[in-house]
């Protein structure tokens, strides 16, 4: 297919219309998934001897234990190491809180006006 090729012909005009429309429309709401997927909150713990990176699912994505944290012993390193994930889980949820808000903010009206009926 060229560039210059309809992907619609089996539409008419107002329809086309239409389409293009719910496209422009959606296209705010796909880049809102796009960064929502992108962020990755980031914690530490025992003075930056545990790094943590968890993924938008929950997972953990990351996880850097600078040699000299073994010092601390088996269970400090644990504890750390949970530490850092929590910290990096509520910078996620930060991350995205704070994308939604702005992600949605331009649909604030449209939802106001739905909730009201």
């Not at 705010?28 to 930056?48: C, H, T, W």
């Not at 889980?89 to 009206?109: H, I, K, R, S, Y």
């Amino acid at each position: 297919m060229t560039a210059q090729e309809d992907p619609t012909p089996y539409l008419d005009e107002e329809m086309r219309g239409l389409l293009a429309q719910f496209q422009a429309d959606v296209r705010p709401l796909e880049k809102l998934q796009e960064s929502l997927d992108a962020v990755r909150g980031r914690g530490e713990a025992a003075d930056g001897q545990v790094r943590a990176e968890v993924l938008p699912t929950g997972a953990l994505g990351g996880l850097r234990i600078d040699p000299r944290a073994m010092r601390l012993g088996a269970d400090a390193v644990a504890e750390a190491v949970l530490a850092a994930a929590g910290a990096a889980a509520e910078d996620l949820a930060a991350q995205m809180a704070g994308l939604m808000t702005n992600g949605l903010a331009p649909f604030a009206g449209e939802v106001r006006r739905f909730t009201q009926d």
